[in-house]
């Protein structure tokens, strides 16, 4: 596979704010607000789905990323959507950026329409807009980049969030940004493993930032989660959840390779085994 040129974090949202003016344009936003309020609102509790013991995990969807190019082929959303039900999923992340991830709001609908787990809404949301938007397509949780947005922006949209019954997934990469995170009143801090300016990618970026997560906010790593064996060292440092998406949409049956990623942690953590099982 040809390897992508690198397309930083600044480029990507210059193309979301015109991508969001022109949604401005075809969707007014009291018309959204309109179709927030008339939503199926059937609880589906993303912090509670993750929140149990052990290690959850979200299991992600997305045909391409910008590191990766085209990652899936064949996008048969309601299959693998409900074949991570099926294999353990907690929850299901979906890509809804349109140019860089290929994806839409039409593909949270049909997951979410699909299956009984909350669904995560993964994007560059810059604009309250966005949540609206966001509820309105029936998302139950919604992706906040500390490192896209200002304290203010930041703040008011997890304000929001909650306004709209949405969970807020807020997205962090360095230490500097948990703090942001935690002052602008997170309750659920991912930690994002691929830096955004370089798409480079380093688990143990979440290892180092995992103790500077508040014991009362619910912890999450996400990006570069390939083995059992990531899993087990990411429960061990005591997150509450992993975020999967290359690893899984790679493989032929996303599905089965979720299921055999979560049997062989539990197979690594049980009494008298050393390691993953290979």
Request: aromatic share 2%; charged share 30%; proline share 3%.
């Amino acid at each position: 596979m040809a390897e992508q040129p690198v397309i930083g974090l600044g480029e990507i949202l210059e193309s979301r704010r015109r991508q969001i003016a022109r949604a401005r344009q075809l969707v007014p936003l009291e018309t959204l607000k309109r179709i927030a309020q008339e939503r199926d609102r059937t609880s589906r509790d993303f912090a509670r789905a993750i929140s149990g013991p052990g290690l959850r995990v979200i299991a992600e969807m997305k045909r391409a990323s910008p590191t990766r190019g085209l990652i899936c082929r064949n996008y048969r959303r309601r299959e693998i959507a409900r074949s991570y039900e099926a294999a353990g999923a907690a929850a299901i992340s979906v890509l809804t950026e349109e140019l860089y991830f290929r994806g839409s709001l039409d593909d949270l609908k049909v997951v979410r329409g699909s299956v009984k787990l909350p669904v995560l809404r993964k994007d560059f949301i810059l604009d309250p807009y966005q949540m609206h938007e966001s509820a309105a397509a029936g998302a139950d949780a919604a992706l906040l980049i500390v490192a896209a947005l200002g304290d203010r922006d930041l703040r008011a949209l997890i304000g929001l969030a909650e306004e709209l019954q949405l969970a807020a997934l807020v997205e962090v990469h360095t230490e500097q940004e948990v703090a942001r995170a935690v002052d602008a009143g997170a309750r659920i801090i991912g930690i994002n493993n691929r830096n955004l300016k370089t798409m480079a990618v380093r688990i143990e970026t979440s290892l180092e930032l995992r103790k500077k997560i508040p014991a009362d906010c619910l912890a999450v790593a996400e990006s570069g989660i390939k083995t059992a064996e990531d899993l087990r060292r990411l429960k061990d440092a005591g997150f509450n959840a992993a975020l999967i998406g290359e690893r899984l949409m790679s493989a032929q049956d996303p599905g089965g390779e979720l299921g055999r990623m979560l049997e062989a942690m539990i197979s690594a953590a049980a009494p008298g085994k050393g390691g993953e099982q290979r």
